[in-house]
């Protein structure tokens, strides 16, 4: 482990060196970020989650330049063309960009007009011409005329020598760097419509003709904009500040005013147009895009975490309902562990006859199975079917409106047909709704995170990044929430921290053959399920009304003696330390102090001890839409409705308010103080009142505000959103949102220009 990476990240993160070695030593070790977090406290000083990850990536990203750095050093090398000075110059390299700038004329490439140059032998009329001296060049280059070389005249000469000059000042790392800054901070994005194209990309209109900053483009544009551009759409260009970059390289490059310091212009021109800004273009669009991914790509975590830890019903006796209206509505009933109990198919919506047949099927299965809850998915038909449940006017039971995204996905999978292979698409995709009510996260692990309906140009990012962000966010929050050993399904097992999926299979298989778990240490007879993994998973798992109090609590087995011990100074069980705060209150922390143990680890006990197993989730509330708004008809402007937030955005966030299409509150129209973040007011999930702003049937949009309006109450319902629903007020479209060288003599003579 390198002690300069060490510092680097340290300084960077704003933490001390022994805590990020502390923590690079634990993950090598193969610790997770969670057990890290949670049980490894008094290594790293209390590092949380988030920084924990941070210097996992970081350190990756250092070891990758490393990696780079070594390969770039031994191909030089073996090019015989590795002096000290250009070691040195790579080993200070700090950044991927910087590296291969330097890298680059050493790097094999295909024949240009640069190499042909060189072959015929102008290589030295180019670095005469260089010097700028006050020699001619039209009389040095007489001496190059060779028939056998393929230089027929002074013109075809000094061609040859621009060349050369061109290439290498295109390929010189200070001038890259240089120009590279000038793009980023002056250029612009500038996108138009392809003739014909108008009506087949209307939902692209804003970006038709459209430019702005590239400093400044938030990601959501960006994103849309490259879109647009793979599906034809859209033209996108990356303007340059051509007499900036011109200007910047004659200030590196001309030394002098003469003849030869005209053809060091021409060169310089020559270079830049047809080959450094192509390469800058490139690259630009490359570091934006890599800037955008990683904005989306943290809206998008953050989203789904708060959808993974949305509150839950809990067990409860629960009927489901998969609405539809030709084809009917599917319907499942559930025990109060999931498990199917009778399905069937409705059909309120086609008819008298077969109404009242719904509502006697409906009645009849509410008391046989003793329902107390039923939910109802929120596609198709969603708003209907629930208006027909609750005129059945049935006593004791919620009816609560639930997010069906991904239900679909859910019941076309391998999972599902594992589950229950004697039934079909629709019956899965009712017992995922049911089970999404009872508890969102043990539901929700069995479906890609991305087909969740949350997240802002998700299938546009790079998918590898988004994945790994997504397995982090699923693991912390299942890790956060704890799992219950004895029920859980292997989907949410394979995210507990140290499992994955083989061992989680082999959880499930140990305990169909031998029964309940009936305290953690039995864990260890799990075939293939060591010390390692059994260290890095028991505190995250519990065995509810287990031989060992503890076990049903976050505190780990590798404490358990030590509060034994304190209840033993006590006077008293284990049990009674857990129900008697007046006991607790007695404890002196201090006293178990120890190499191993610090105050952190000790107050993490005593408040597991206080509430074993507690749920981080918030408490669950029913939730209803306004009577009478199912469809965006039904709206007028100035309408003041309840909704529920589905997804957030970096320009603002999307509410459901029951007509079947997600209304937008932009950024400016949140609160009525600034903000930046929509972070900072709402959350996935979170009960709001709004006011329509904005109908437009033809487009199917609908802009909302919540100013004025106070805060609600948080509630369950969630609905996919349309993602290039943009605001389309005037002035915010007006006002886009803040947000090699040539071998070593070659090298030496380069080296006057840096």
Not at 671 to 697: A, G, H, L, M, W
Request: charged letters at 30%; one cysteine or more; glycine letters at 6%.
């Amino acid at each position: 482990m390198s002690d300069k990476h060490i510092y680097i990240v340290a300084q960077e993160l704003s933490v001390g060196s022994k805590q990020v070695s502390a923590t690079l030593n634990l993950l090598d070790e193969g610790a997770t970020v969670p057990f890290i977090s949670r049980y490894r406290k008094e290594l790293t000083g209390s590092l949380d989650e988030v920084q924990v990850t941070a210097i996992r990536d970081r350190i990756q990203q250092l070891r990758e330049l490393d990696k780079r750095r070594e390969a770039i050093l031994k191909s030089i090398e073996e090019q015989g063309k590795l002096t000290d000075a250009l070691k040195a110059q790579i080993e200070a390299a700090e950044t991927m960009s910087a590296l291969e700038d330097i890298y680059l004329p050493y790097k094999p490439k295909r024949k240009t007009k640069a190499s042909v140059a060189r072959e015929k032998g102008l290589e030295p009329l180019a670095l005469s011409i260089l010097e700028q001296d006050k020699s001619t060049p039209e009389e040095e280059a007489e001496a190059f005329i060779s028939e056998e070389k393929g230089v027929n005249s002074v013109i075809e000469a000094l061609q040859g020598a621009r060349d050369i000059i061109a290439e290498n000042i295109a390929e010189n790392a200070e001038a890259r760097a240089k120009i590279r800054e000038l793009f980023l901070q002056k250029g612009t994005f500038k996108s138009e419509v392809f003739k014909g194209k108008e009506e087949e990309g209307i939902k692209y209109k804003d970006y038709f003709e459209w430019e702005e900053p590239i400093s400044s483009a938030p990601s959501h544009r960006i994103l849309a904009m490259r879109r647009g551009e793979k599906e034809l759409i859209l033209k996108l260009d990356v303007l340059p500040q051509e007499e900036d970059a011109i200007e910047i390289l004659e200030r590196q490059f001309i030394t002098a005013n003469n003849t030869k310091s005209a053809q060091v212009k021409q060169a310089l021109e020559d270079g830049y147009k047809r080959l450094l800004r192509p390469s800058m273009e490139t690259e630009v669009r490359l570091l934006t895009k890599q800037k955008a991914d990683e904005e989306a790509i943290l809206v998008f975590a953050e989203n789904a975490r708060q959808l993974l830890l949305a509150a839950p019903m809990g067990q409860k006796n629960v009927m489901a309902l998969d609405p539809g209206f030709r084809t009917g509505c599917k319907l499942v009933c559930l025990d109060r562990q999931g498990k199917l109990l009778e399905n069937t198919t409705i059909y309120p919506h086609t008819g008298a006859g077969q109404l009242k047949e719904a509502e006697q099927t409906l009645n009849y299965l509410v008391k046989k199975h003793e329902i107390e809850a039923i939910a109802i998915g929120n596609g198709t038909a969603g708003r209907e079917t629930e208006e027909f449940v609750r005129k059945q006017q049935i006593p004791n039971v919620q009816i609560v409106m639930v997010n069906e995204s991904g239900a679909s996905i859910y019941s076309a999978s391998e999972v599902a047909r594992e589950e229950f292979p004697d039934h079909d698409v629709t019956v899965r995709g009712a017992v995922s709704i049911g089970r999404r009510l009872m508890d969102p996260l043990a539901e929700l692990v069995k479906i890609d995170p991305k087909s969740i309906g949350v997240g802002q140009y998700q299938h546009d990012v790079d998918q590898n990044k988004l994945q790994t962000s997504l397995d982090d966010t699923v693991i912390s929050c299942v890790n956060a929430v704890g799992v219950e050993l004895n029920t859980a399904s292997k989907q949410i097992l394979a995210y507990v921290s140290g499992l994955g999926p083989q061992l989680a299979q082999n959880i499930v298989e140990y305990r169909n053959t031998n029964g309940a778990f009936k305290n953690r240490a039995s864990l260890k007879k799990v075939p293939r399920l060591g010390e390692k993994a059994f260290e890095q998973a028991a505190g995250f798992l519990r065995i509810r009304n287990a031989e060992n109090p503890l076990d049903t609590s976050a505190v780990h087995p590798e404490r358990y003696g030590l509060v034994e011990q304190m209840a033993k100074d006590l006077g008293c069980k284990v049990e009674d330390l857990m129900k008697n705060e007046s006991l607790r209150k007695q404890i002196d922390l201090k006293k178990y102090i120890s190499d191993e143990v610090g105050l952190p680890t000790l107050q993490d006990i005593i408040a597991e001890l206080a509430k074993p197993g507690r749920d981080p989730r918030e408490q669950f509330e029913a939730f209803s839409f306004a009577d009478g708004i199912n469809t965006i008809n039904d709206l007028r402007i100035g309408m003041k409705l309840p909704g529920i937030v589905t997804n957030i955005t970096n320009f603002g966030a999307f509410v459901d308010i029951g007509v079947h299409q997600d209304g937008l509150v932009h950024l400016s129209q949140m609160s009525d103080r600034f903000i930046s973040n929509p972070n900072e007011v709402v959350k996935v999930q979170q009960r709001v009142e709004v006011t329509v702003t904005e109908i437009d049937t033809a487009r199917n949009r609908i802009g909302l505000s919540m100013k004025g309006n106070g805060p609600a109450k948080k509630t369950d319902k969630s609905q996919d959103r349309k993602e290039n629903f943009k605001n389309t007020n005037k002035n915010e479209r007006r006002k886009p949102e803040p947000e090699t060288d040539m071998q070593s003599k070659l090298a030496a003579l380069m080296g006057k220009f840096k």
